[in-house]
């Protein structure tokens, strides 16, 4: 059996790959290949490629066939397309902003979504209600059409080694800062759905174990359990020794089974805050970029509209290709990291 990941490398695709090979299958996966990860086993197969458009998608995967696919990453309606009659499985990751009132609140009342988003609350319909989350919801249709048998789930707000946004960052730093205080907006008490990257991937392998119970279907997945603000504030500042500052239905039921991981956040912090040696934390601010591996600054350089490159503390740090969403880090030591613009941690 053969079964292809689109992705791979990022927070959810080593579990996703490691639990199709324990089911037997040979696994490839087809992503870009800026940067390989050491979660990937060796038996996995690569395919470079760039799986944003149609054309490059066709290239790369030419004429191959799959028992099973698992489209995490690229434009998923592309995907689906260039694979139409290749799998009879076809699973599409997406996410919650198809919901009204996820990027408008006031849309809804009261504002906000539910936690958990339950899989009948009210979609955005049309391009002039939202655009972006009415793209996210006509891909999901996209992909249905395309494979009917096919399965949709969608991502909350995800978390675990190589997150794109670390949510734990912000507060590690303040405590790596002894920081004694830390301010919480709303006391604290704002919640939203989060998934740990394994029980995410656990939820989607479920589909294949179950592939009459979910063909057609679209799931909401995330954590049984949703912790505020302050209490995965609490929970951080536990798991480094600092003093404390001031699951979906459907899928339960339907699929059967739930995953509980009562050491996710714990495992994440830890992992955050003592990386890998070869994995780099990135901080921008308005006028600064810092460079941390291992919880050490490895090298900062001053911040401008353009590439930039300074040497301090042992380091080189060269700032290349500074487009709208996206810099590349390239440090004296060889590795490379890609920073989102958007991610502005303050200092």
Known sequence: MKALIVGGTGPSGPFLANGLIERGYKVTIFHRGTHEIPEIVPEVAHIHGDPHFRETIEAALGDRTFDVVIATYGRI????????????????????????????????????????????????????????????????????????????????????????????????????????????????????????AANLAHAVLLAIDNPTAAAGQIYNCGDEEQLSLRQVCEVICGELNHERPLGMERARHELEQVAVNPQADAYTVQWDANPPPEFNFVSITPKRLRVYSSSSIHAEANVSSQIVGATQRGGTVDVTAPGKRWLLIKLANGSEAYVALWTVIPQ
Not at 85 to 108: L, W
Not at 181 to 192: A, E, F, H, N, R
């Open 77 to 196: 309606r592309f995907v689906a397309a260039a694979l139409a009659g290749k799998t009879p499985c076809f699973i599409a990751i997406g996410g919650v902003p198809s919901y009204r009132g996820y990027v408008e609140t006031a849309a809804n009342f009261p504002a906000g979504l539910k936690v958990p988003v339950p899989e009948d609350a009210p979609l955005v319909m049309s391009e002039q209600e939202q655009r972006f989350s009415w793209l996210i919801k006509s891909t999901e249709d996209a992909v249905l059409d395309t494979h009917p048998n096919g399965v949709v789930y969608r991502y909350p707000y995800v978390y675990g080694p190589y997150q794109l946004v670390p949510r734990e960052w912000c507060i590690i730093r303040r405590i790596l800062d002894k920081r004694r205080t830390i301010l919480l907006p709303d006391g604290g008490l704002s919640l939203m759905t989060h998934g740990y």
